[in-house]
Nanobody
Framework: QLQLVESGGGLVQPGGSLRLSCAAS????????IGWFRQAPGKEREGVSC????????KYADSVKGRFTISRDNAKNTVYLQMNSLKPEDTANYYC?????????????????????WGTGTLVTVSS
C-alpha cells in the first residue's frame, strides 16, 4: 500500500522554526517530484514548495520564499520542509504529495491540487 506520512508539526511561537518530514512507505520516492501544500481553516489548499526527483530543482510559493527550504534524502525515502521565521499566517495543515510526471508538481503548486499521492497532513500552529 502506497503511503505518505507527514510528521513534525506542532505549536510554535512567531519567529520560531519547525522541520516537517514526509516519509514514504510501499514505494520509493526516487522517481517522484514531491510537493508540500497547506490548508488553513476556511481556506483553499495552496502550494508551498516542490522538489524534483533528483533534488536538483526546487520551487517555492512567494509567501514562503526565503523562509522555507525543501530538501530530500532519497536514501531515507524522506522529504523535509524546514520552516524558519514562522508567522501566524503560516498556521495550517501541511500535506506532502508525490507526482510521477515532470512539471506536474510545478503546476500543482499554482492551484493546490493535481498530485498523484497525498499524505494525511500534520498541523502547524504559529501563535504566541
Amino acid at each position: 500500500q502506497l503511503q505518505l506520512v507527514e510528521s513534525g508539526g506542532g505549536l510554535v511561537q512567531p519567529g520560531g522554526s519547525l522541520r516537517l518530514s514526509c516519509a514514504a512507505s510501499g514505494f520509493t520516492l526516487d522517481y517522484y517530484d514531491i510537493g508540500w501544500f497547506r490548508q488553513a481553516p476556511g481556506k483553499e489548499r495552496e502550494g508551498v514548495s516542490c522538489i524534483s526527483s533528483s533534488g536538483a530543482s526546487t520551487k517555492y510559493a512567494d509567501s514562503v520564499k526565503g523562509r522555507f527550504t525543501i530538501s530530500r534524502d532519497n536514501a531515507k525515502n524522506t522529504v523535509y520542509l524546514q520552516m524558519n521565521s514562522l508567522k501566524p499566517e503560516d498556521t495550517a495543515n501541511y500535506y506532502c504529495a508525490a507526482a510521477s510526471s515532470a512539471r506536474q508538481c510545478d503546476l500543482a503548486l499554482n492551484v493546490g491540487y493535481g498530485m498523484d499521492y497525498w499524505g494525511t497532513g500534520t498541523l502547524v500552529t504559529v501563535s504566541s
